[in-house]
């Protein structure tokens, strides 16, 4: 009987490591039962058909995030906003040069339309001289008629430049009026599409924190269940168990059993208890035959080696 003590608290035996399992177990139980709530009424417990897991919540953008990433997209409207003042500065310089030649060319024109006149003045001249002198009247009457054909030259030369002017600088205007329009068009979409990038990424987060919310709910609630049967399998040992007050009062044992999905019992071991309470409970577990046992896959996972204490009742 020594030998078979020795060998059982060997650290390597299977008794021992049954031991220290169930001293685990028992500490995990004890933990969960002082964090439990022990109020003076009793609640009722949950069953798998009644409990309902919590929907995922609708989902709240994060203000203070939502107004960070709006005022570096703004920030960045000013960067842009300031480059392009800088851009149009230089536009600007390009028109007031475009307004200097412009400028010119109507000084140019102002030289030809006073030569012009000066020739005039040069043909009556010559008009003048003609009533004096036939002789030099041809040679007057074919300068005149030069002057005039230069001067239409010089009309018809201005107002073709001015016509081309005008068109080069009206189809300077709409190029640069649409170009203007298609870059303001392509800022709006660019921050647009980062407004809504921005939004989709804290929808995702905040989606991945509700869902990690509701698997520590389920966690939970399938333990309460596991706790729920444990009192369960204990209370159908109790009423298969044959007690004594004399030899059991005020005594237990702790069990760990292995149970199949149909709450068939696969293995007992005995743990640390009284000897006489453990076989008593031994035996009143080949009595019940079957326990009860969840028929929800993730609370039978959890259930199907489990430990309970046996305390008689008398």
């Known amino acids: 009987m020594a030998q078979q003590s020795t060998s059982r608290f060997n650290m390597n035996s299977p008794y021992f490591k049954s031991v220290c399992l169930s001293l685990a177990l028992h500490v995990i139980l004890l933990v969960g039962l002082l964090s439990g709530d022990f109020s003076s009424e009793p609640k009722p417990l949950p069953t798998p058909s009644s409990q309902s897991v919590e929907p995922i919540k609708a989902v709240v953008v994060d203000q203070a995030k939502f107004e960070q990433a709006v005022n570096k997209i703004k920030k960045q409207k000013i960067n842009e906003r300031d480059a392009e003042k800088k851009?149009?500065?230089?536009?600007?310089?390009?028109?007031?040069?475009?307004?200097?030649?412009?400028?010119?060319?109507?000084?140019?024109?102002?030289?030809?339309?006073?030569q012009r006149k000066q020739k005039e003045q040069e043909k009556i001249k010559a008009d003048k001289a003609a009533k004096s002198a036939k002789a030099k009247a041809a040679k007057a009457e074919k300068v005149r008629k030069q002057k005039e054909q230069e001067k239409q030259v010089a009309e018809k030369a201005a107002a073709a430049a001015r016509s081309k002017r005008l068109k080069e600088e009206a189809d300077a205007k709409k190029a640069e009026e649409l170009r203007l329009?298609?870059?303001?068009?392509?800022?709006?979409?660019?921050?647009?599409?980062?407004e809504k990038a921005i939004q989709d990424a804290m929808l995702a987060e905040q989606m991945a924190n509700e869902m990690a919310t509701r698997n520590k709910a389920r966690h939970q609630q399938v333990m309460t269940e596991v706790q729920r049967y444990s009192a369960l399998i204990t209370q159908r040992i109790n009423q298969y168990m044959i007690t004594d007050r004399s030899t059991m009062a005020d005594k237990s044992c702790r069990l760990t059993i292995t149970l199949a999905p149909s709450g068939f019992v696969i293995e007992v071991r005995i743990g640390r208890g009284d000897k006489v309470v453990c076989d008593a409970a031994n035996i009143a577990i080949g009595k019940a035959g079957m326990l009860p046992v969840s028929k929800d896959p993730e609370v039978f996972k959890e259930m199907r080696e489990i430990a309970v204490t046996v305390e008689p009742k008398f």
């Open 181 to 194: 329009k298609k870059i303001a068009e392509r800022k709006r979409q660019e921050i647009a599409a980062k």
């Open 87 to 114: 851009r149009l500065k230089a536009v600007e310089k390009r028109a007031s040069d475009a307004k200097k030649r412009r400028e010119q060319e109507q000084a140019r024109i102002k030289k030809l339309e006073k």
